[in-house]
Nanobody, 120 residues
Framework: QVQVVESGGGSVQAGGSLRLTCAVS?????MGWFRQTPGKEREVVAS???????FYADSVKGRFTISQDNAKNTLYLQMNSLKPEDAAMYYC?????????????????WGKGTLVTISS
């Protein structure tokens, strides 16, 4: 069973930055960050796969950066210029099959989430 653990959430003022970290217990082929707010469906924020390909939701392009340290089985999400609408529970997810995955249903393993709150 692959273990996924997020950290780095917190409260920040609008315009500020946070870096989320996701530790995964073993190598996986594709990983991503998703977020969810109450009453809404979980949505992809950014995704990456083993060949370095990345995807960003339009709402975060130019502000967020996904990266990974394969040696440490760690995924990061650098979030800059945060907006109130970025506030959410952020989840890290991984899967063992290939290709960028933008659909939460396509991910195999999930962390418990880390909460990001934004004050205006």
């Amino acid at each position: 069973q692959v273990q996924v653990v997020e950290s780095g959430g917190g409260s920040v003022q609008a315009g500020g930055s946070l870096r989320l970290t996701c530790a995964v217990s073993e190598n996986t082929y594709s990983m991503g960050w998703f977020r969810q707010t109450p009453g809404k469906e979980r949505e992809v924020v950014a995704s990456t796969e083993a060949d370095g390909s990345t995807f960003y939701a339009d709402s975060v392009k130019g502000r967020f950066t996904i990266s990974q340290d394969n040696a440490k089985n760690t995924l990061y999400l650098q979030m800059n210029s945060l907006k109130p609408e970025d506030a959410a529970m952020y989840y890290c997810a991984a899967r063992l099959s290939g290709g960028l995955c933008l659909n939460p249903g396509g991910m195999d393993y999930w962390g418990k989430g880390t909460l990001v709150t934004i004050s205006s």
